[in-house]
């Protein structure tokens, strides 16, 4: 008996039946190149290192060419800036006093017109050298107030001691200086010195009490 043969399966069959042999294998390959996408992006490329918040790339300096990195750090708290303004002192300059001028008078002047006085004298002894100085005054026409100044003066400069000195060469009752300027006579004579000294008063002061006055500011006339 024969056996008829096993009918051929045509193409169009067999490009009908399921193909499952390579699909395990496109699977496989998808999901490795998922997995390498993802590492791409967690992965430092230079370093190998695994990214972390922390920022541990910062530590490799590699890819600066060895320059220090730099760290970022905000804070939550942020305040306004405080202001502070800067002090000084001013320290004013003193101010100069002025040197006391010398007070001139008119010759015969009160003393009330010189601003100045001194106490008050009693009638000096007769022959004495306040008498005569007195008397040279009355001359110049001037009263018992400049004379009073002038005894105050030369009480002051030399108690009316004709000879009277000073270690710097001041002499006499006046206390010239140098004693010689008041011209013959001047070391024993109060008359020669007396008249020297009215004649210096007058031209620089005026009068006895404007003397006087400048004597009280600055301690010497």
Same mark, same amino acid.
């Given at each position: 008996?024969?056996?008829?043969?096993?009918?051929?399966? =045509?193409?169009?069959?067999? @490009?009908?039946?399921?193909? =499952?042999?390579?699909?395990?294998? &496109?699977v496989g390959i998808a999901f490795l190149a998922a997995i390498g996408f993802f590492m791409v992006n967690i992965v430092d490329p230079y370093s190998g290192a695994t990214a972390s918040p922390d920022f541990a790339l910062a530590a490799h300096t590699d890819r600066?060419?060895?320059?220090?990195?730099?760290?970022?750090? &905000? @804070?939550d708290g942020i305040s306004a800036p405080t202001i502070t303004r800067d002090s000084f002192t001013v320290k004013l300059k003193p101010k100069p006093v002025p040197k006391p001028q010398p007070v &001139? =008078?008119?010759?015969?002047?009160?003393?009330? @017109?010189?601003?100045?006085?001194?106490?008050?004298?009693g009638t000096p002894d007769p022959g004495s050298?306040?008498?005569?100085?007195?008397?040279?005054?009355?001359?110049?026409?001037?009263g018992q107030d400049q004379f009073s100044c002038l005894v105050a003066l030369w009480n002051r400069e030399s108690g009316w001691n004709v000879y009277a000195s000073n270690p710097s060469g001041a002499y006499g009752i006046p206390q010239a200086l140098p004693g010689s300027k008041m011209g013959a006579g001047w070391q024993t004579s109060a008359t020669v010195?007396?008249?020297?000294?009215?004649?210096?008063?007058?031209?620089?002061?005026?009068?006895?009490?404007?003397?006087?006055?400048?004597?009280?500011s600055t301690g010497w006339y």
């Open positions: 008996m024969h056996t008829p043969p096993e009918p051929t399966q =045509t193409a169009e069959a067999a @490009d009908r039946r399921p193909r =499952t042999k390579g699909r395990p294998i &496109v600066f060419e060895g320059q220090p990195v730099q760290h970022l750090a &905000v @804070d &001139v =008078t008119v010759a015969g002047a009160s003393s009330s @017109d010189s601003g100045a006085s001194a106490p008050a004298v050298a306040q008498a005569y100085a007195k008397s040279a005054l009355a001359a110049r026409g001037m010195q007396i008249n020297w000294g009215l004649g210096y008063i007058s031209g620089r002061y005026g009068t006895p009490c404007g003397a006087w006055a400048h004597s009280q």
